[in-house]
Each structure stands twice: as structure tokens, then as C-alpha cells.
């Protein structure tokens, strides 16, 4: 018999067998979630044990109407096999998921950061919808190179575009170097910017920036200016050692002359070692890879198929 039961307090995850079967990092960011803050207003947080006949097997979660739409993953301990995983598990759990969204009026996606969570998720039936691909720019031993190489340098920079762009002396190299201007996160030139270079524009990045704000180190906004005009921003936060980067954006009318190249090694002057991710599909991955940026993990994005 599979039986979900939802768990009200830490208590009742510590006190299952699957706890102690966890790594670390599964434990914290279970922790984490059971956060009083983490169900304010129209935001709820749910996690479930799932057990057979009496068996603890693994603990799902789901956030739903976050500020980024509804969400949820899987934590299992590491002997646990999702390719032998009973099919009546994986039946409950299609049923779950889909019940669970009728009850909320929610799609809830499902990231799989890892093959044996890609595994679950191909077992339970869910659709893949979308993959991004993390990519990072180095390291110290990496900056360290760059530095002797002469690759900090504004000239080395200049030649990099040009040569990016066959040799063309656009206007780019012949004229004004891209520059940052670090500015606050709701600085209304930002907003703008943000506003213009993307299509969820300036609502989402609003919503954002609520929670980015409550983060160890508070995130960084850039404008990218040539000369004194915006021609773009940039969002970076800081965590565990590394720099991700939440927004990069040029705007519309200068796209295309060579500033995305120009931007980054930028960027990549001050923030170092940087990860990002990106739809591997997209110009903006090629412009990542042009600048030295490697893939390292892919998420795969799942939800029910109707």
C-alpha cells in the first residue's frame, strides 16, 4: 500500500530511517524548506514521506505560488534505485502530482539536477519540457593564467572583440570601452533596463529581487554603460565561493556590434570565478562559449504531461 503523509514539523523527517540516509546538502536544504517564512501569504510549502507497506522510501516537496511559479523535487537516499523503483510507486506518484495540481490550480515543474533524479522523474512519467545548461568561467588557477596572458588587459580585451568579429573594427573597438556602474537593485535606470531587454521584464525581476535581498551577501546590480548611455545590465550574487549570474541583458537597439563580449570580459574582470546558466539551443549560449564559459551540469526540467 503507498500512503503520502505530510510532514508538519522537522520532527517527523528526523525521525524516519530515510533521514539518516541522507548527504549533508539534502538534509540543509530540507531544513531549509520548513522554514516558517518559507509559507507566507499565497506561498505554501508542502513536504510528504512516501512509504510502502510501511516503508519509508523517500521524501517528496513542492512550493507552490512562489514568487517564480510552482515547483518540486525529490530527496532519496543514496541506496534508493529509481530505475527498480516498484511501478506502483511510480503510478501514486503521477497521480499525486496531478491531483495535487487540480487541487492548486498550478503546473508544477520538476528539476532534475543529477542522472538518478532525471531517472525518477522518466519513471514517474513526467514530460521533459526544457533543459538548461549550467556553465562556469573558471577558477583562480584560471584568472591567475588569464592575468599573466594579458587577457585583464584593455587592449587584450579590445583585440578579443574584434577578432570574435573577423577582424571587423566595429564601432565597439574604435570607440568608448564598455564600462560597469554598480547601481541599487530597484535604481529605476536598472528597472528600465531590465525592462527592455526582457520579455518577463520588469514585474518578474520586481518579484525577484524580494527574495534575492535575503540571500548571506546581497546581490550586485550593473548597469552597462559606453561612455555615459546604457546600453545594458547585469545581476550578480555571490554564494559559497563563486559569483552566479542572474541577469545579463543588452538592449535591443545596440544588440549584434559585439557589446555581449565586451560586457562579460568585463564582468569576468571583477567577478570570478562565474556561473550562469542558459538554454543550450540559444545565440546566448555561443556567446558564453566565445568568452570561455564550459558546460558542467544540465537540469531537465519535467512536469505532467497532458
Not at 552566479?244 to 556590434?257: A, D, N
Amino acid at each position: 500500500m503507498i500512503k503520502f503523509r505530510i510532514a508538519e514539523a522537522p520532527e517527523e523527517l528526523f525521525g524516519s530511517p530515510v533521514w539518516e540516509k541522507l548527504e549533508k546538502h539534502q538534509k540543509q536544504y530540507l531544513q531549509f524548506l520548513m522554514k516558517p517564512e518559507k509559507n507566507k501569504g499565497n506561498e505554501t510549502t508542502l513536504i510528504e514521506i512516501l512509504s510502502m507497506d510501511g516503508e519509508d522510501l523517500f521524501f517528496p516537496w513542492y512550493q507552490f505560488r512562489t514568487e517564480v511559479g510552482s515547483f518540486g523535487g525529490v530527496m532519496f537516499p543514496e541506496d534508493f534505485d529509481p530505475e527498480t523503483m516498484p511501478e506502483e510507486v511510480s503510478e501514486a506518484m503521477f497521480e499525486h502530482i496531478d491531483e495535487l495540481e487540480q487541487k492548486w490550480q498550478e503546473t508544477i515543474e520538476f528539476s532534475s539536477h543529477n542522472a538518478r533524479e532525471e531517472a525518477f522523474w522518466q519513471e514517474v512519467g513526467l514530460t521533459e519540457e526544457n533543459c538548461l545548461c549550467w556553465m562556469r568561467a573558471g577558477g583562480p588557477e584560471e584568472k591567475a593564467a588569464n592575468e599573466e596572458n594579458g587577457l585583464c588587459d584593455e587592449k587584450a580585451i579590445r583585440n578579443k572583440v574584434i577578432d570574435q568579429n573577423d577582424g571587423v573594427q566595429n564601432d565597439v573597438a574604435q570607440k568608448d570601452m564598455v564600462t560597469l556602474r554598480k547601481v541599487d537593485l530597484t535604481d529605476p535606470q536598472f528597472i528600465r533596463a531590465v525592462s527592455a531587454s526582457f520579455e518577463e521584464g520588469k514585474g518578474l525581476y520586481l518579484e525577484q529581487i524580494r527574495s534575492l535581498k535575503k540571500g548571506e551577501v546581497p546581490p550586485e546590480a550593473c548597469l552597462i554603460m559606453r561612455g555615459e548611455k546604457i546600453i545594458g545590465e547585469a545581476l550578480l550574487c555571490y554564494s559559497s565561493g563563486e559569483y552566479m549570474l542572474s541577469y545579463f541583458g543588452i538592449l535591443p537597439e545596440v544588440r549584434g556590434k559585439g557589446y555581449g563580449t565586451m560586457a562579460l570580459m568585463r564582468i569576468l574582470q571583477e567577478y570570478f570565478p562565474l556561473i550562469l546558466s542558459v538554454d543550450e539551443d540559444s545565440d546566448a549560449y555561443r556567446l558564453y562559449e566565445r568568452c570561455g564559459f564550459e558546460p558542467y551540469r544540465y537540469d531537465i526540467t519535467f512536469v505532467v504531461g497532458r
